[in-house]
């Protein structure tokens, strides 16, 4: 299982406030849309084995999972359409248990530490995989070895806050850079999954 968890500071919780005719101006959510789709989708298909958690105002997370995940298409509108629907669901989801919105996509009421302790626990490994930061300051992706059943964590537009630095550095076992220059988050996704898909640039 690969998954990544993207940060999303500026969305707004509100769907109302989410028009799917002017998506950048729901706090960047087009740049959370592209990460999910960097993050499920192939040329022709989709792949198995990945969830994607978009962490939003640090109160709710919206998870997409490529196994069981229905009649989604790459394309920003639609995308956004489904985290829309999440957001209006999010009254359903009763303390940490997680309202189903659709096939493969549910929201739960949590921010970042409680999507962290969910799926890697305190100590950066849990049942769910092994917690890797993605950092401009962090090791060269080339260096490393693929960690088995990963957990990447980034940042939307806006650097990590204070507090999402801490929260991650006290569980990631990793940090990695995926290059020598900032790329978009959707982009660092990408290239993340290159990086896996070659067993570390290894095999093609």
């Known amino acids: 299982m690969r998954q990544f968890v993207v940060i ?26 592209r990460c999910v ?4 989708f192939l ?14 105002a640090d109160e709710f997370t919206v998870t ?8 989604l298409h790459p394309d920003e509108r639609n995308v956004a359409a489904r985290i829309r629907d999440a ?10 248990m997680p309202a189903d919105v659709s096939p493969g996509v549910e929201i739960r009421r949590m921010g970042l530490d409680a999507t962290l302790d969910r799926l890697v626990g305190d100590g950066g490994r849990g049942p769910d ?8 300051d962090g090791d060269p992706l080339v260096d490393a070895e693929p960690p088995e059943d990963p957990v990447f964590v980034l940042s939307d ?11 991650v550095a006290e569980r990631a076992e990793r ?19 290159n990086w896996l898909d070659t067993d570390g640039y290894a095999e093609y």
């Open 129 to 136: 995989g092994t917690l890797v930061q993605l950092h401009e």
């Open 87 to 96: 957001l209006d669901a999010k009254a359903d989801a009763i303390g940490h």
């Open 8 to 33: 999303g500071r500026d969305v707004p919780t509100d769907p109302d406030a989410i028009s799917l005719s002017d998506i950048p101006g729901a706090g960047r959510l087009d740049l959370l849309c």
């Open 175 to 193: 940090r990695l850079r995926v290059g020598p220059e900032l790329l978009h988050a959707d982009h660092a996704v990408t290239v993340v999954h």
């Open 43 to 56: 040329s022709h298909g989709i792949r198995e084995s990945v969830r994607v958690h978009l962490v939003i």
């Open 37 to 40: 789709s960097a993050g499920l």
């Open 64 to 71: 997409v999972d490529a196994d069981t995940v229905r009649h």
């Open 157 to 167: 537009h806006h650097d990590f806050a204070p507090e999402e630095a801490e929260a």
